[in-house]
């Protein structure tokens, strides 16, 4: 075989591998399968996340399959908590009981695009946010791989790097500065 062919072939092969791995499975949301309050659920199957090369925590790029989680908490006194996060290929929807969470894992997609968007509603007050996205300006706001939000009366908050809440949102369209 001559040096093009190999490489063609060794294209071919790897455009295959991503495109297999790269696949989402949708969730069945119903309720006799769906976790109770408080369990994670993960949207993909299990992939072995690649290794970090040397030099990879100085600047962060978008890694293809590296798994991710987002949980939101309901610390909205003795209210529950309706919860909605949107990808492109999930929609996700629970109701929180007071002091319960919802998680759920996620691996980034081959172009690193990877986006949830989620509406938080309790009483008659509503917040829409960007829970994750695979940017350099959202990610180092979060704890590594977990983006942890947390509703409280005042606002959203979500777990920076430091284990620290912070105040990103308020309700009913009340922003607050990163």
């Keep these: 075989m001559t040096g093009s062919k190999t490489t063609l072939l060794i294209l071919v092969g790897f455009i295959l591998c991503v495109a297999t791995r790269a696949r989402s499975e ?50 909205v006194g003795l209210h529950k908590l309706d919860v909605t996060c949107k990808s492109k290929n999930d929609v996700l ?12 894992g996620f691996r980034v997609n081959f172009p690193g695009s990877t986006l949830f968007h989620c509406d938080l509603r309790y009483l008659n007050h509503h917040a829409g946010f960007v829970a994750f996205k695979t940017d350099l300006d959202f990610l180092p706001h979060c704890s590594g791989v ?11 908050y979500l777990m920076d790097s430091d284990q620290v809440y912070r105040k990103r949102l308020g309700w009913d369209g009340k922003t607050t500065a990163v």
């Design 93 to 104: 929807v629970r109701t929180l009981p007071p002091g319960n969470h919802f998680e759920f």
């Design 146 to 156: 977990h983006c942890i939000w947390q509703a409280r009366q005042d606002g959203i």
């Design 26 to 75: 949708s969730v069945d949301l119903t309720p006799e399968l769906a976790p109770a309050p408080g369990e994670s659920i993960d949207l993909t199957p299990e992939l072995a996340p690649a290794p970090a090369p040397e030099g990879a925590h100085d600047i962060w790029i978008p890694e293809p399959f590296k798994k991710f989680f987002v949980r939101i908490i309901n610390e």
